[in-house]
């Protein structure tokens, strides 16, 4: 089965909030972790990525914050904007495969 | 511009014939991959590669078939053997195999 997972399928975000999008993992042995947004009928596009050393790492309006303990990933959008709107998957890599969950698909309201 | 190409971006065939989508990258990336993405679902790994003429089984490679003679070059070939083989397939290339993925815009198959 997966190793990757979303707790959520669907996000709704009314436009200028933030959102959080939460990712699951299972293998305690990933070592780096990224999270891709895919627009529809499109290949996915990198976001931001972590590495197991760190617990958070930042971009332009997006944190990643990596939680070992529990083995938790969340994705959080500062400011969300309609061009957000996409769906986002959190991709794990172990035993040299990137693994990916199913993705949150997010809604920006206007 | 430097990235990954597939084609061709739509892909119809009958029943029970082979067919190969193309994967080219020059990204200079050792590493390349095929996933197959389900309507609502994640990316499940076909193959990958980590080097010229080398390549190895992912989770669902059954029915498939790749080749390697190129460092740039990384075809799929979907067999008459994979029973249900209608799905958006997607090719991406890394430096390595634990460093990012760039993916390129998918190859949407549909067997009639």
């Known amino acids: 089965g997966e190793s990757v997972g979303l707790h959520l399928p669907t996000l709704s975000v009314q436009e200028g909030d933030n959102s959080i999008i939460n990712c699951a993992y299972s293998n305690s042995a990933s070592d780096y972790f990224i999270w891709y947004k895919q627009e529809s009928g499109k290949g996915p596009q990198f976001i931001i990525d972590i590495r197991s050393n760190m617990d958070k790492r930042q971009g332009q309006r997006v944190t990643v914050l990596l939680n070992k303990t529990v083995k938790h990933l969340s994705l959080q959008i500062a400011a969300t904007q309609p061009g957000d709107s996409a769906v986002y998957f959190c991709a794990e890599n172990s035993d040299y495969k990137l693994s990916f969950g199913a993705g949150t698909t997010v809604t920006v309201r206007a | 511009d430097g990235g990954i190409t597939q084609s061709p971006k739509y892909l119809f065939r009958k029943e029970g014939q082979n067919v190969t989508l193309s994967c080219e990258q020059n990204l200079n990336h050792d590493a390349m991959y095929w996933y197959r993405q389900d309507p609502g679902q994640g990316l499940r790994l076909i193959y990958y590669?980590?080097?010229?003429?080398?390549?190895q089984k992912g989770d669902i490679a059954e029915g498939y078939s790749v080749s390697r003679e190129k460092k740039e070059s990384f075809p799929l070939t979907v067999t008459s053997a994979q029973k249900n083989p209608t799905a958006f397939y997607l090719c991406a290339s890394s430096i390595g195999l634990s460093t990012e993925a760039f993916f390129g815009q998918g190859t949407r198959l549909t067997v009639v």
């Open positions: 590669s980590q080097i010229v003429n080398d390549f």
